[in-house]
């Protein structure tokens, strides 16, 4: 399908919720035949003829359209996948995790660009056609891991967007990587990085503080992980608060885990995602079950942006992870109860930056004339569905061109 400009038809799209007694209790849905010329959506008709103007047609055999996924917190320079199995191996502390790492980095280095094509590849299978990864800037790889990866992204701008964070894994100031983050941001990087000022750096304000200076000498966003819990979390991320409106960088600044929210919700909580909501200050999360549980209908309710990732896919760190952004709406779906048809549409808006083919009063808000061709054709009924019961995706668009599987 290289053909610039055709028509879509027989494509599946939500029109309204249904209602009883005032209860949304289904979506309506319609065929429609769409325009799609040189990468934009151009037109968009209902089915009720074909279009007889001699342009190419597409048939998408009633297929549901959904906005393509956005994978936001992945490590794709960093990764067992598309190699050996391998589980992970006990540590006691992040600080043993971070030894094993120095050796691994090094036998890693010449599959770096084979094993990220094909994790992206397997993002791609499953919709996104947006990631933002964090990439390793440390003393065993410098920057090496930065190169080889936008590279990769290089390679593969003919079917996603991406942005790479300069990501210093063993300290922004522990592993004195100060200059190899400024080298990586120079290479391209998009968004700086770093972890865990108080535990691995050993000093809130200096790290963070060295964060915000960097992002503002390149004018990049930033992209914080924060594993720290309870009051140690919120004074951390208060702080990053408290820089974010200082400099000015409302609306740049994301906050990956960010495990001071974990657990029972205080007034304290709800007052930083109150300032997050203000400043615009989004959350990452992996939606982490088990002993670490985030409060993230509390955080939507307050108007904070919620963005899905896997962060891992089989590596040192963690042997879970699909790569499949609609489990990852699924999975915080079902830990939330987010079971009836009004919820689960809603939860589609955490995997595709934000966008819905209803907006919250049912209205038809997506496709429009104008949008960009970036779509998942999934056979189900409806984006409640699609979220509900993880359905199989048929095909991925990109810029108008399919990009995995076909149609």
């Known amino acids: 399908m290289n053909a610039s400009t055709y028509w879509l038809t027989n494509v599946l799209l939500e029109k309204a919720f249904e209602k009883e007694q005032n209860v949304i209790v289904g979506t309506q849905t319609a065929l429609y035949h769409i325009q799609v010329k040189e990468g934009v959506i151009a037109e968009i008709v209902a089915a009720t003829q074909l279009p007889d103007d001699g342009i190419t047609h597409v048939d998408a055999k009633g297929l549901l359209m959904l906005p393509s996924f956005k994978e936001m917190h992945i490590h794709i320079d960093k990764t067992y996948y598309g190699g050996p199995w391998k589980a992970v191996r006990p540590a006691a502390s992040i600080f043993d995790r971070l030894a094993e790492e120095q050796v691994i980095l090094k036998q890693q280095l010449p599959t770096v660009k084979e094993r990220a094509e094909k994790m992206l590849d397997l993002l791609l299978g499953y919709g996104a056609t947006h990631i933002r990864t964090h990439v390793n800037v440390d003393p065993i790889v410098e920057t090496k891991n930065m190169e080889l990866t936008l590279q990769v992204l290089n390679d593969y701008a003919g079917k996603i967007t991406a942005e790479s964070v300069a990501f210093p894994q063993h300290g922004l100031l522990k592993s004195s990587s100060v200059e190899r983050v400024k080298g990586a941001m120079r290479l391209g990087a998009t968004h700086v990085g770093a972890v865990d000022p108080a535990v691995v750096d050993d000093n809130i304000e200096m790290s963070l503080a060295t964060l915000m200076d960097i992002a503002v000498e390149f004018d990049a966003g930033i992209d914080l992980h924060l594993h720290e819990r309870n009051q140690l979390g919120l004074?951390?991320?208060?702080?990053?608060?408290?820089?974010?409106?200082?400099?000015?960088?409302?609306?740049?600044?994301?906050?990956?885990?960010?495990?001071?929210?974990?657990?029972?919700?205080?007034?304290?909580?709800?007052?930083?995602?109150?300032?997050?909501?203000?400043?615009?200050?989004?959350?990452?999360?992996?939606?982490?079950?088990?002993?670490?549980?985030?409060?993230?209908?509390?955080?939507?309710?307050?108007?904070?942006?919620?963005?899905?990732?896997?962060?891992?896919?089989?590596?040192?760190?963690?042997?879970?992870?699909?790569?499949?952004?609609?489990?990852?709406?699924?999975?915080?779906?079902?830990?939330?109860?987010?079971?009836?048809?009004?919820?689960?549409?809603?939860?589609?808006?955490?995997?595709?930056?934000?966008?819905?083919?209803?907006?919250?009063?049912?209205?038809?808000?997506?496709?429009?004339?104008?949008?960009?061709?970036?779509?998942?054709?999934?056979?189900?009924?409806?984006?409640?569905?699609?979220?509900?019961?993880?359905?199989?995706?048929?095909?991925?668009?990109?810029?108008?061109?399919?990009?995995?599987?076909?149609?």
């Open 235 to 407: 004074y951390t991320m208060n702080k990053l608060a408290d820089m974010t409106e200082e400099a000015g960088w409302q609306g740049r600044v994301t906050v990956s885990h960010a495990f001071g929210f974990a657990g029972s919700v205080t007034k304290a909580a709800e007052q930083l995602a109150e300032r997050f909501a203000e400043l615009g200050i989004s959350i990452s999360s992996t939606v982490p079950i088990g002993a670490v549980q985030m409060p993230i209908p509390m955080l939507r309710e307050k108007g904070v942006r919620v963005e899905l990732g896997n962060d891992s896919i089989t590596d040192h760190w963690s042997p879970f992870g699909t790569g499949d952004m609609l489990e990852k709406a699924n999975r915080m779906a079902e830990l939330y109860n987010y079971a009836d048809e009004y919820s689960l549409s809603r939860a589609l808006a955490c995997i595709t930056g934000g966008v819905t083919p209803l907006n919250n009063n049912g209205e038809q808000i997506w496709p429009v004339q104008g949008n960009l061709a970036d779509a998942v054709f999934v056979k189900a009924s409806c984006s409640a569905e699609a979220v509900a019961r993880r359905s199989d995706r048929r095909a991925v668009m990109f810029m108008g061109q399919v990009v995995a599987g076909s149609l």
